[in-house]
Nanobody, 116 residues
């Protein structure tokens, strides 16, 4: 069973930045990886995807503020979050992209709290 470990969350003021990491216990080479988030009382939602080629796409509510990157040698994907807003407060997790053949067990996620 693949394990996903997220880190880098914390408390930040609105307008601030954070960089999250997610490391998998196996190679992620060529696997499209995504970040997701779940706010209290809401369903998990997709944030952004990075394909094996390095191309990315994002949800419109983070477009221009968040950047997904990857380091295949470290089996790690990153989420750089800038211009954070209180509505970005959520537990952030990574997994394979929506609809991918692999659907790994969710990690514990990392809490991001943005204060106004």
């Amino acid at each position: 069973q693949v394990q996903l470990v997220e880190s880098g969350g914390g408390l930040v003021q609105a307008g601030g930045s954070l960089k999250l990491s997610c490391t998998a216990s196996r190679s992620i080479f060529s696997i499209p990886m995504s970040w997701y988030r779940q706010a209290p009382g809401k369903q998990r939602e997709w944030v952004g995807t990075i394909r094996g080629s390095g191309s990315t796409n994002y949800a419109n509510y983070v477009q221009g503020r968040f950047t997904v990157s990857r380091d295949n040698a470290k089996n790690t994907v990153y989420l750089q979050m800038n211009s954070l807003k209180p509505e970005d407060t959520a537990v952030y997790s990574c997994n394979t992209a929506p609809g991918h053949t692999y659907n790994w067990a969710w990690g514990q996620g990392t809490q991001v709290t943005v204060s106004s």
